[in-house]
């Protein structure tokens, strides 16, 4: 009798912890903000997702990008990255070569605002992040490898 | 969820650094104990304006981290200003917050 119990609250604890994570999942409404380059966002290569922003994958290397990251990263989820550029930016792209989807965040920037962004992104693996700049009509790009030992990505 | 936000003049230039409260799930996670995909959520837009008129405007994939963080600088503010930052996610979320430039 004892046993049958115990047995039965387990499987019942188990079937409820399922059916919520799938309740979740579904429930999740799919909105796509009109503004939100979303093929950017998915591409799966830098090529792809520098198409999907700037409208073209070439760039010109610059030395007048300067991208502040750790050379080694302990954590990849938590990697700290300032982009500042003596150009007169009207966009930042903060691209990591090797995650899945390498596209992390594009800032757009009014006349007034300096060349200067600051976050922290998520690094699955040892990469370059590639800093793009929109200046002029014209793309810039730099890049700085960061070695991460722990991934960032995916559990 | 909640922002943190700062704005401080100095001189000419103004430098604004949020700190904003997001689980920013890619939605590749796994959940360990259902083997389950963790569903995505996380901000994809945010906007800052000073006076009502843009300054910045974000746009973020799942790859900014956990809580993001965000500092940029603009000229053109002075003490006693208006910032004001708001974020939205993909599940329809969002939040803004004003504060005065120091």
Redesign the interface.
């Known amino acids: 009798m004892n046993m049958k119990r115990r047995v039965f609250l387990k499987s019942t604890l188990a079937g409820s912890?399922?059916a919520v994570?799938?309740g979740?999942?579904l429930v999740?409404?799919r909105?796509?903000?009109a503004?939100?380059?979303k093929s950017a966002?998915e591409a799966k290569t830098v090529q792809d997702a520098m198409k999907g922003i700037f409208g073209s994958d070439l760039s010109e290397a610059s030395g007048d990008i300067k991208i502040k990251a750790p050379d080694i990263a302990e954590n990849g989820?938590?990697?700290?990255v300032?982009i500042s550029t003596g150009m007169k930016a009207e966009s930042i792209a903060i691209i990591?070569e090797k995650?899945?989807?390498p596209?992390?965040?594009?800032?757009?920037?009014?006349a007034?605002?300096?060349g200067?962004?600051?976050?922290?992104?998520?690094?699955g693996k040892t990469s370059d992040v590639i800093a793009v700049v929109k200046s002029g009509g014209k793309t810039y790009s730099a890049r700085k490898e960061v070695k991460v030992t722990i991934g960032?990505?995916?559990? | 969820m909640s922002i943190k936000i700062r704005a401080k003049v100095k001189g000419d230039v103004c430098t604004v650094k949020a700190l904003i409260k997001h689980p920013m799930e890619t939605g590749l996670r796994k959940d360990k104990k259902t083997g389950k995909k963790i569903p995505a959520h996380f901000i994809q837009d945010v906007t800052c304006k000073h006076n009502g008129a843009d300054v910045m405007n974000a746009n973020w994939g799942g790859a900014v981290s956990t809580n993001p963080y965000l500092s940029f600088r603009f000229s053109g503010a002075k003490a006693g200003d208006t910032i004001a930052l708001s974020w939205a996610d993909n599940k329809g979320g969002s939040d803004t917050k004003e504060v005065k430039v120091k």
């Open positions: 912890a399922v994570a799938v979740a999942g999740a409404p909105q796509v903000l503004a939100w380059p966002f989820a938590v990697v700290p300032t990591v995650n899945g989807t596209l992390a965040a594009t800032f757009n920037l009014a007034n605002t300096e200067y962004v600051s976050t922290r992104i998520k690094m960032g990505c995916g559990g």
